[in-house]
Structures are given as C-alpha cells and as structure tokens.
C-alpha cells in the first residue's frame, strides 16, 4: 500500500482519538481509559513530531513525541507514541510511520527515543525492533490496568547513530 504522512492538526482530534481509543480497547496499548481531551492530549506532546498516516485522505495511524525528562540536559530524549488503525495492523503502516518520525526526530535534534511497551504486547515490540529500537529494561508491575491487574512493561529505545554521536 502507499501511504502518505503529514503534520497532524486539531481537526484530525476525532480520527487521531478513534484509533487511540481503539488502542484503549485492547488493553496492550496505554493505562488511559479515560475520556481525553484535545487540549489535554496536546499539553502532553511536543509540538514538534506529530505526524498522521493517511490511506487516500483517511486517518489511519498518528504518531507523537514527548519530552521524556525535564532535565536539560536530557532533551535530547523523547518518548514515542504511535497508534494504527486495528484494520491497517500488520501491513507495512506502522514501520512508515515509526520509520518517518525516527528520522524526523533526528533532524529536530533527538538523540535517543524511548518506548514503554506493555510485556505482553509483542507486536508493538517487533514493530519498534523492525525500527531500530532495542529492548533495555523489564519494568515489573509498572501500574495497574483497567482491571486492577498489575502490567509489566518493556523498556525499548532508539540510540541515533547521526544525533550525539560525539
């Protein structure tokens, strides 16, 4: 399929929120179950590295950055957050995706991305290693879900070979 990526805006909240919520729905994808808002969503995310993947003009997918650490001297780290659309799951929409907003991240100054990714969640974790990430820590009983079950994440992270190579 061929896909086209743009700078997401507030009238993609609608769409960009459908295909978080059905990320909610699966319970491998966030602790938010709750109802989220545009402006909270986008007090959460950089305003740099927000992208959408469109079939034709169709939101299919988004993927965010945010500020890891508040410490100066680590902004250079940002978490990723990416979402498809379940229909579009494991045909090539998620690595473009990812892959686009790895190589942005770099060109805005990123040296390392980061993902927090559900143990049980293996498909987000070959689709992050198909793109370069590597798995740094096991994250036991992060948080409880939904449910009141305890949820192990893993820790996975991009180092750029372009960005703080010095």
């Known amino acids: 399929m061929q896909y086209k990526i743009r ?9 960009v929120y459908d295909i978080y919520h059905q990320g909610m729905a699966t319970n491998l994808a966030t602790f938010t179950v ?4 545009y402006e909270e969503f986008d007090q ?9 993947l469109l079939d034709d003009n169709r939101v299919i997918g988004w993927a ?8 100066p001297e680590y902004y250079g780290v940002a978490e990723v957050s990416i979402y498809i659309d379940s229909y579009y799951q494991g045909k090539g929409a998620g690595s473009t995706l990812l892959n686009y907003l790895v190589d942005y991240s770099e060109k805005i100054g990123f040296w390392t991305l980061e993902a927090d990714i559900f143990a049980n969640n293996y ?6 290693e198909k793109c370069g990430f590597r798995k740094v820590g096991y994250r ?15 820790l ?11």
């Open 7 to 15: 700078e997401m805006n507030k009238n993609d909240w609608p769409f």
């Open 34 to 37: 709750e109802q989220l808002t």
């Open 44 to 52: 959460q995310r950089l305003q740099e590295g927000r992208f959408v």
């Open 64 to 71: 965010t950055l945010k500020q890891a650490y508040e410490i």
């Open 123 to 128: 498909g987000s974790q070959r689709l992050h």
């Open 140 to 154: 036991e009983k992060l948080g409880k879900d939904q449910y009141g079950v305890w949820r192990d994440s893993v």
């Open 156 to 166: 996975m992270e991009r180092r750029s070979k372009k960005v703080g190579i010095d």
